[in-house]
């Protein structure tokens, strides 16, 4: 019975990872937002770290992590390709730790609204909600933590007429945050 279980995790977890990739190959994966882009990829990864547990969540973010180290090596992705070159080392936490972090501290927090939640409703809103809350935490603050004082972000900083890191990355994510 377990292997049979193990089995069905497996392949659970394997369709979750499709769901990316197909939303990654057919452009439907993100939106863009400025120099940034909204990122609909984060959907797969709450409901598979909700339904499979943080481990599978942890494991999600790192796919989706990886595609976005792709893009930046790549350079279809503008701002994580001038970081790549700026710091590959730092560019690869950017991407794939922060992700992997996003999708296993998911699924941690949906167990815990879940033990909270007596009817099992509001334990569903909280951890679709933690999914996208925690990237654009980690992947922003990531950011401004590393890259701040480049001249990429800065000039960032300039056009946006942000006063400091907290005002760059309010106006920088503001609309996506409102979505």
């Known amino acids: 019975m377990e292997k049979k279980a193990n089995t069905r995790y497996l392949v659970e977890l394997a369709l979750f990872i499709a769901i990316i990739l197909v939303m990654k190959l ?40 990886f595609t976005s180290l792709y893009d930046a090596v790549s350079g279809a992705s503008v701002m994580t390709g001038i970081f790549f070159q700026i710091s590959p080392l730092n560019t690869v936490i950017l991407c794939v730790v922060t992700r992997a972090i996003v999708g296993a501290a998911t699924g941690w927090l949906f167990r815990l609204f879940r033990r909270a939640d007596k009817r099992h409703t509001l334990c569903y809103f909280l951890g679709g909600l933690a999914a996208p809350l925690l990237n654009t935490i980690l992947f922003m603050g990531y950011i401004v933590l590393v890259f701040y004082r480049t001249d990429f972000v800065q000039e960032r900083v300039a056009v946006l007429g942000a006063t400091g890191p907290l005002m760059f990355v309010a106006l920088s994510v503001g609309v996506q945050g409102i979505v």
Not at 41 to 58: K, Q, Y
């Open 26 to 65: 057919t452009g439907l994966s993100s939106i863009p937002v400025g120099p940034l882009n909204m990122t609909l990829t984060m959907v797969p990864i709450a409901i598979g770290a909700m339904l499979l547990g943080p481990l599978a969540g942890g494991v999600l973010g790192t796919f989706y992590g």
